[in-house]
């Protein structure tokens, strides 16, 4: 942390949780309301709190993207290294999340990205199926995740509690968290029943900026 010319802490560098791009109960039926203030409010800021905490130990490292640190993990002090994995990646993971929901999402997605899902997959039901299944079948708290890889190519797979495709060099085009915390409010245990629903809720067009970036 800096110190400015009349001697205060200089906050800017800190990372925040940005807004939802939407309001708390836009995403009813399918994500409810309270969950979405719990799970923004509560558990992202959670994440966010004790991201910029770890730094504070290394305040040259507010300086640089998160997904910057998350994706060059060796060059981060092994003392704080553990905490920007979960941390960071917990604060990093959840800000794509907001983003790749919207109250006018589902369906299907449409241009590049949904050419790269035939190719890669077969066709989009074959995708749903995989990315579904991937959710499901993940064991304890993680996110399942559609990457581009490095050689170009979609893949599906689930990465345990904040870890994060960055770190392994490839690039999150969509994401789903299956974390109790993201539905046990609405679905309880019925963590199919929520991965059902958030089909309804996809940006189809935010997932196709990512992979155009990525
Ligand atoms: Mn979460």
Same mark, same amino acid.
């Given at each position: 942390?800096?110190?400015?010319?009349?001697?205060?802490?200089?906050?800017?560098?800190?990372?925040?949780?940005?807004?939802?791009?939407?309001?708390?109960?836009?995403?009813?039926?399918?994500? /409810?309301?309270?969950?979405?203030?719990?799970?923004?409010?509560?558990?992202?800021?959670?994440?966010?709190?004790?991201? $910029?905490?770890?730094?504070?130990?290394? *305040?040259?490292?507010?300086?640089? *993207?998160?997904?910057?640190?998350?994706?060059?993990?060796?060059?981060?002090?092994? %003392?704080?290294?553990?905490?920007?994995?979960?941390?960071?990646?917990?604060?990093?993971?959840? $800000?794509?999340?907001?983003?790749?929901?919207? *109250?006018?999402?589902?369906?299907?997605?449409?241009?590049?990205?949904?050419? +790269?899902?035939?190719? /890669?997959?077969?066709?989009?039901?074959?995708?749903?199926?995989?990315?579904?299944?991937?959710?499901?079948?993940?064991?304890?708290?993680?996110? +399942?995740w559609l990457v581009k890889?490095? /050689?170009?190519?979609?893949?599906?797979?689930?990465?345990? $509690?904040?870890?994060?495709?960055?770190?392994?060099?490839?690039?999150?085009?969509?994401?789903?968290?299956?974390?109790?915390?993201?539905?046990?409010?609405?679905? &309880?245990?019925?963590?199919?029943?929520?991965?059902?629903?958030?089909? $309804?809720?996809?940006?189809? %067009? &935010? +997932?196709?900026?990512?992979?155009?970036?990525?």
């Amino acid at each position: 942390m800096g110190v400015n010319t009349k001697g205060r802490k200089m906050e800017s560098k800190k990372h925040e949780v940005p807004a939802l791009p939407y309001e708390y109960e836009a995403l009813e039926p399918y994500i /409810d309301e309270e969950t979405m203030r719990v799970h923004h409010d509560k558990h992202h800021q959670a994440y966010a709190d004790k991201f $910029n905490a770890a730094l504070e130990q290394r *305040p040259e490292l507010f300086e640089r *993207p998160v997904s910057e640190l998350l994706a060059n993990l060796d060059a981060v002090p092994e %003392d704080i290294r553990k905490m920007v994995i979960n941390h960071g990646g917990g604060y990093y993971n959840h $800000n794509l999340f907001w983003e790749i929901m919207s *109250p006018t999402g589902g369906g299907e997605p449409t241009g590049e990205l949904a050419e +790269a899902i035939k190719r /890669d997959f077969g066709s989009f039901e074959e995708f749903k199926k995989k990315f579904t299944e991937t959710a499901l079948t993940h064991f304890g708290s993680g996110w +399942a995740w559609l990457v581009k890889g490095t /050689d170009g190519k979609l893949k599906v797979y689930s990465l345990p $509690n904040q870890d994060t495709p960055v770190s392994i060099g490839d690039k999150p085009v969509l994401l789903v968290d299956v974390w109790e915390h993201a539905y046990y409010l609405k679905y &309880q245990n019925r963590r199919a029943e929520f991965v059902e629903q958030f089909w $309804n809720v996809i940006n189809w %067009d &935010q +997932a196709g900026k990512n992979y155009q970036k990525a």
